[in-house]
């Protein structure tokens, strides 16, 4: 099992920038940062593997950065130049020997 806790999510205003985090309770395998839309599915935002090797959805590029310290399992999502179309829950995830796990997910609004 893998505890997920999540932290950062808040509001601001478009052109903004926000910071999440999220801590494992282990050392994990890849991890990363999904996103759910009001009416929308969830969707992809970023990922990033045990050896710091990062990959992101084409609307964030260029805009967020995913980062990642082993030593605490911890990942960060540094989300600049937001605009209303990042509005959404952010949900975290871990994945472990085979199984993904997820945070509780933190709500990110982005409005004037």
């Known amino acids: 099992q893998v505890q997920l806790v999540e932290s950062g999510g808040g509001l601001v205003r478009p052109g903004g920038s926000l910071r999440l985090s999220c801590r494992a309770s282990?050392?994990?395998?890849?991890m990363g940062w999904y996103r759910q839309a009001p009416g929308k599915q969830r969707e992809l935002v970023a990922t990033?593997?045990?050896?710091?090797?990062?990959d992101y959805a084409d609307p964030i590029k260029g805009r967020f950065i995913i980062s990642r310290d082993n030593t605490r399992n911890t990942i960060t999502l540094q989300m600049n130049f937001l605009t209303p179309d990042d509005t959404a829950v952010y949900y975290c995830?871990?994945?472990?020997?085979?199984?993904?796990?997820w945070g509780q997910g933190t709500q990110v609004t982005v409005s004037s």
């Open positions: 995830y871990a994945e472990h020997l085979g199984h993904r796990y």
């Open positions: 282990r050392s994990t395998a890849d």
């Open positions: 990033i593997d045990r050896y710091e090797i990062d």
